[in-house]
Each structure stands twice: as C-alpha cells, then as structure tokens.
C-alpha cells in the first residue's frame, strides 16, 4: 500500500506537465463551484435579509377572526428566554384615520415597546429626524406623510378611529424604513398610548419575532405553537406568507446544483481521461511491477493513490481560490449606491463538502483507469521492450 | 540435488483460430544452485518456454513444479507472491523505474513484499551494489546511467529477496561483448556465492560454453542437452 502510495506520486510528480494540467482543471472546477455556490448563498441571504431582516419572522396572531388577544407576562416570558429567538416584541395595532387640514387618510396605528420593537425594525436607526417618542401622546411617523403633507418635528396631528374617539399626537421623530407603504400609513408610538386611545387595556393584537436561523422559523413556529396551549392564539410564520419568494429561492438553488454538477462531471472526465492515458504511459512499468509479484490490486491503486492525489490537492487550492474569487467578487462588483452587490458569505460546511465531494470524485474517476490495469500482461510488455 | 524448477510434458499453442504450436512436450528439471544456459535459434521456442518457468505464463499443457510445488492451481495472487520471493528476473532491457533512483528500484521488490525497509534491506542492497559495481550511483536517477551500469541495476534488483530461481533472458543482449564478460562472471559470482540457480537464454556460444549445462532448443523441442561434470 505505502508502495502503490509512493509509485503513485513519484509518477505524478514526474510527468509535470500532465499533473500540473490536470491539477489545474480540478482547481477550476472547485472554485468555480464554490464561487458559484457562495455567490447564490449571498445573493438568497441578502435577498432574504432584505425581505424580512426588518419584519416579523414568527408572529401570535389572535385565533380566528378574533382581533385581540390577552396579554400573558408568562408566555412572554419563556418567548424572551428561548434561544432560538433574537427578538420578541409585543404590539398594539389599530387601523384608524389621520386628519390634516380637512383631508382624512387610513393610517396604521401602531403601539410598540420600542425597546423590543427596535430589535426587529431599528426605528433608533432608521430615524431620519427627531427621537424615539417618550411620552404617551408623542408618535413617530413616516418620511413618505411627512413630506407629502409638510409635517414636522413638534407639530401635531390628529388621529380620528373608527369609534369615533379623536386623539392629538405630537410627532417627536420621522423614520424612514425603505419601505414606501410603511411610511406612508404607519402611526408608530408607546404602546400604552395606543390602548388608551382605543380603550383596550391588557390586550395585544400580535407578538412579532425574529429568529436566529430564519430558514428553521416554520419549525420553531411550530414548537413555540405546541408549547403554547392557549386556544385563543395562533402562530404564523414568514415562510408561509413567502412562498413565492421560496419558491424563487428553491429555484435558484436547484440551478446552482446543477452548474455544480456539470462542473464536477467535467472534472471527472478529465481525471479519467488523462489518467487513462497515463496507465498506457506507464505500461511498462507496470508490467515490470507485475513481473516482480505486485498483485493487481495493489497496482489499481497506484491509480486510485493518483486520483486520491490529485483530488486532495485540487480541492485544497480550489476551495482556496474559489473563496479568494468570492472575496475579490464582493469587494468589486459594487452595486451604484456603493455597497457589494453580493455580501462575502461563506459556509464552511458548503466548502468542505465541495472539497470533499472534488475528492470522492477524483478517486471515482481513477476507478476504471485503475481497473485496466488488471488486464494489462506483463508478458506483452517485456517481448515489445 | 534436489530439483528446484520441474517441466514435464509442456506443450504452448498461440492462437485461437490460427493455431501455432511453439512447444513440444518440453521435460526438463533443474537441480538447486547450478547455472544452466538456453540456447537456440531465433523463433525457436526459448522466451516462451522462460516465461512458461517464470509464472509470466501458462503452458497450454503440462506441468510447472516449482521447489516442489504444482503451480497449476495456483490463482494471480499466489502467483505473484511466488514470483516476487522466488523468482528473480533479468529481461534483455532493464525495465528499470525511471522515476526512481538506482537504490530505489533496487529495493522495489523488497518492497512489494514487506511493508517497511529495515536496516538490512538497505545493507543488502548496497552489498548488491558493491558486487555489481554501481555503488557510486546508487542516488542517481535511473535513467542517468550508462547502459551497463543499468542493467547492473537490474541484476542486483532480480537478487534482492534472495530468490532460489534468477532467470535471464538474454541479459547481456544489449550490451558490448566486454562488458557482457563482465556481467557473466558477476552472475557466476553470485551463484556461487548465494547459491542461486541461474537459468540463461543467450545467443552468445562463449558465455554458454561457462555453464554447467547447455540446453539447446530447435523448433520447439529439446535438440541437446549437455552437462559439465563437476
Ligand atoms: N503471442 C504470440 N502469438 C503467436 N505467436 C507467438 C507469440 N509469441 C511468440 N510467438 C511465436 O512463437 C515462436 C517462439 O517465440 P519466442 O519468443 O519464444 O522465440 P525465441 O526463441 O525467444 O526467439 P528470439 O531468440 O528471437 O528471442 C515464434 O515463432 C514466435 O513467432
Ligand atoms: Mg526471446
């Protein structure tokens, strides 16, 4: 076996040109399959991140067509201390009309621990103006309303609801959340305040959620559900309201398997090939091997060592390049506004298993060279010299 | 003496629809440490018949015994265990590893057969090229050495597990008359000194004429066979 090891190398590395060029197609094919895989994993992340980064991920709805439901220290309590949860934060919303100068609009009023609620939505960050309200009458509104009907820091609006209560708010901030809809109609203040505009003590209409790993949020949904029993509440997740958005993903990963394949079936035909070639190459020595009692098996892996070899080697060097090519990537392809266009993303288990996969593949491909080694005589080998 | 390789009734046909036969009923036994010559005409029968002794092939009929035992039965892997610790082979060309230096392919069939090199491996082996005279290129590449030095290489790898049988076919053909002198007494150095037996197929009438036997090989069957006394 240590024989068949050192014959394999001493052949690779005496045929230079031939190693170098084989090394070089398998390093090609493994970095541009981790490229491609770590450029598709940042694009879904920062697609994804987009998408939700700033929204609930996992919600406690009312069940049914309940439109409140109690508020429960206790089952806030265990949401705070799980794991799987990066934020948890309680809301009060209400649909209710804004009136300003005569004209009335539907606005979103929302009532929020901002505390917590900056965990999910950043308001401290996303302020454009002004501060976060401190005061049960002070309210943030949206860059979009503010603008369109010339409102500022300090001035008041009035907010009319559907029960006919009329309630003045000053605004003590304006954010802009990117998001043209949200600051256009939503009214966001303390959530004591919103309650009182509307009556409702104790009552919540949602707990928002945002959790670690947003692709298990179905299955920590479900957990959260299961533990909950409190039958007045449900709980909604974001992959279910964001299938076709999951479905756009799923897509995209199948297409950048089956790159993926298609690059390694190359590479695997190339080690194959020229790993034929090197078994005629090298039929003399084998030959003379055979004479001198090296059993067929280990001659075959004088070949599967090579394949074993090269594989190793190329995977190495690729998965170094193929990251080095996904860094040099995210650093200068800039999208206008100057940020990378795809963020540098790397899964090291995705790495390691296009390397280990590179290496499995370039031992398969050694197999048949290896096994046309049995039929070689070493009778036909010494009569032709 | 004890016969150390038995050939009894051994026929070889070539070919499937074409049918050649090259040998004929070939009975021949060789006894322990003695050095015997092949001779015979070109297309005569003798490499067939060496690789028939040699395991490298089968004989369409009759037997192999080789130290006693029937190879008949013997499957590929035995095969190569008993080239490997039995047999030592030197072919017209050296077949050296050109990947490997003059120490290495030297050691390669010890190689094959154990799993580390041990200290007296390596003393042997450089006993070897002493007595063959290729101590001062034992590091180098082999294929940067002469022709000569070479084939010593391939002397020496043939002796390295010690086997009882060395069977040479036309070792020296590619060489220059004085240096084949040389390589003769080197190989009837060694078979006195080791006690190995030497089987030889050569052209040349000289070195036959150094044998204790010669056996002569016409048209696929033995035409003569003479011993020396001792
Ligand atoms: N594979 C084969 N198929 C058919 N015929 C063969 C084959 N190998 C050898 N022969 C024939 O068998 C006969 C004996 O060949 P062999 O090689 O044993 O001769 P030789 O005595 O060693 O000759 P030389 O001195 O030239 O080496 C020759 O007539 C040759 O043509
Ligand atoms: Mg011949």
Redesign the pocket.
Known sequence: MRLAFSIAYRFLKSNKGQTDLILIGIIIGVSVQIFIGSLIDGLQISLVDKTIGNASQITIVPAGKDKYFLEDRALLDTLKTNDNLTAVSESYDNSAFININGDTYPILLRGLEFEDANMIYEFSDKLIEGNIPQLQNETLIGATLATDNNLKIGDEIEILTPEGVNQRLKISGIFDLKVSNLNKTWIVMPIEGARAIFVNDNQLTSIEMQVSDVFKADTIAEEIKNNLNNSSVDVVNWKEENEELLSGLSGQSASSIMIQVFVLLAVLLGISSVLAISVVQKSKQLGILKAMGIKDNQASFIFLFQGLILGTVGAILGSIFGVLLTYIFSIFVKSPDGTSLVPFYLDYKFIGMSALIAIVASMIAALIPARNTSKLNP??VI?NG | MAKILKLMDIN?V??DKIK?Q??FDINLDFEESTFNSII????????????IMGTLDRATSGDVEINGINISNMNKNELAVLRNEFIGFIF?FHYLLPEFTVMENILIPYRIKNKNITKEAISRAEELMEIVGISKVKNNKATDISGGQQQRTAIARALINEPKIVLG??PTGNLDSSTTEIVYDLLRDINQRYKTTFII?T?DKRVAEKADRIIE?KD?RIEMDISRKI
Do not use: A, F, P, R
Request: glycine fraction near 18%.
């Open positions: 009778i036909e009569k | 070889k070539y070919g050649t090259v040998l015979g005409e070109s297309g005569s029968g003798k490499s067939t018949l060496m690789n017209q076919d036309e197929i052209h090989i696929g």
